[in-house]
């Protein structure tokens, strides 16, 4: 077998073992005892947890074998390097506080964020000149760590939110929250969607012309809701396009993605649709009996905790190594590039999540709400700027 292979082979390794490690931690909810670390069923998963993280290293170390750089460089190994500093932050907190809920989500939305990342191309591509430089390593692997302990607020956030909100009358927290769940179906819906017509080795190609008048061709790998801005399909016997993307829209591929978005949302839809008529009530009503024995001021705990710990990581590499890095690459410390922009918005949001905690008393309900807040503004940095706004970063 060849170093990918293998490298593919120890990922889909990992994703299998988190998988049956959330059902152990799914166990840890029967038992009274406070801390979880001394039972059977915690003992199991949280061992599990750790050979996949060892074996998602291994995937780590081979691709990075294989590709001669750190594979960190697109989006599919960031992705899944993100997806592996979120389940090494986990571990490391559960073993300071022994809370095997904490995984029974932790897990799970590591395992979106890792199948996530295996729907965009797997190909080993050499880097692209300003990448080639040791600043890659050491600015996007302390990005990806600082947000995946920041991501471990969101979690408990999140696991204190569908707790302590009363889910027996409708309101506009329950409304809130059933919606940052349904998002996270909006993700389950790319997964699938994208999953079903890659099995039916779907492809579409559309002709178009880019802003600076370059005539070009795009592959659509799922039907086209949204063709190019002014495309012509080339491809016969597929979908109509029903109509067009805007022509604002003026990253690479920006139609493909738009319509990639559209499909996602609608397959999402569905799926969540078909969750709650077989629950018959809100996700979060059929969750919280689950959670009737968590500590709720344990799980504020780690929710501070995790944002304390990952805000000065984030800040390291995603403003100060950034800098110097856009310095050595584009000559200047400090552009207005999306990403640039939007990695300022998402420490200025953790600074104030930190003061309004500290100074102004902000815990329990309203710093779940800002942890779940903090982790949407990172994962729509990562995603809608990477994908569908223009800039120096669009290479991702």
């Known amino acids: 077998m ?23 931690f799914g166990a840890t909810i029967r038992d009274k005892r406070t801390d ?17 993280f060892v074996a998602q290293i291994g995937y780590f ?5 294989a590709s001669g ?45 890792i199948a996530y990342a ?11 000149p300003s990448l080639q430089s040791h600043w890659l390593y050491i ?23 569908i707790s302590e909100i009363d889910q027996t009358t409708g309101s506009k927290r329950t409304a809130w929250l059933e919606t940052v769940i349904y998002t996270i179906f909006l993700f389950i819906g790319f997964i699938v969607i994208t999953s079903v017509f890659n099995f039916m080795d779907y492809q579409a190609t559309f002709e178009y012309t880019e802003q600076n008048a370059t005539t070009t061709t795009t592959e659509y790998n799922l039907p086209a809701i949204a063709a190019p801005n002014e495309g012509t399909l080339l491809t016969e016997g597929v979908m109509q396009p029903w109509f067009e993307a805007p022509a604002w829209m003026q990253g690479a591929d920006a139609g493909r993605k738009f319509n990639t978005v559209i499909w996602s949302v609608l397959a999402g839809s569905v799926i969540y649709g078909l969750v709650r008529l077989v629950l018959r009530k809100r996700i979060g009503a059929a969750i919280q009996p689950l959670l009737k024995n968590v500590n709720p001021k344990l799980v504020d705990e780690i929710n501070y905790r995790s944002v304390a710990i990952g805000f000065p990581v984030f800040t390291l590499g995603g403003l100060i190594f950034a800098a110097i890095w856009a310095q050595i690459a584009w000559d200047r410390f400090w552009g207005w590039d999306p990403k640039e922009v939007w990695a300022l918005i998402t420490w200025f949001f953790y600074a104030a999540y930190l003061h309004l905690r500290l100074s102004r008393g902000w815990h329990g309900e309203k710093s779940a ?4 807040i903090g982790f949407g503004i990172i994962m729509f940095n990562l995603i809608v700027v990477n994908l569908v706004l223009a800039g120096l970063h669009s290479y991702a």
């Open 61 to 65: 170390i081979t691709r990075w074998i």
């Open 139 to 161: 600015h996007v692997t302390t990005v990806s760590l600082g947000q995946g302990i920041l991501a471990i607020s969101f979690v408990a956030g999140l696991i204190y939110l």
């Open 36 to 52: 979880d670390k001394k039972g059977r069923s915690g003992k199991i998963a949280i061992g599990l947890t750790i050979i996949g």
């Open 118 to 128: 295996s729907m965009f191309p797997t190909e080993i591509s050499p880097l692209v």
């Open 369 to 372: 709400w800002l942890a779940v």
């Open 69 to 113: 750089h750190a594979p960190v460089s697109n989006l599919f190994e960031f992705m899944t390097f993100l997806g592996m500093c979120m389940v090494l932050a986990f571990i490391i907190i559960y073993f300071i506080y022994g809370l095997g809920v904490l995984g029974l989500f932790a897990l799970p939305i590591a395992m979106v964020i």
């Open 2 to 24: 060849s170093l990918v292979s293998i490298s593919g082979s120890l990922l889909y390794t990992a994703f299998i073992l988190y998988l049956i490690a959330t059902f152990f």
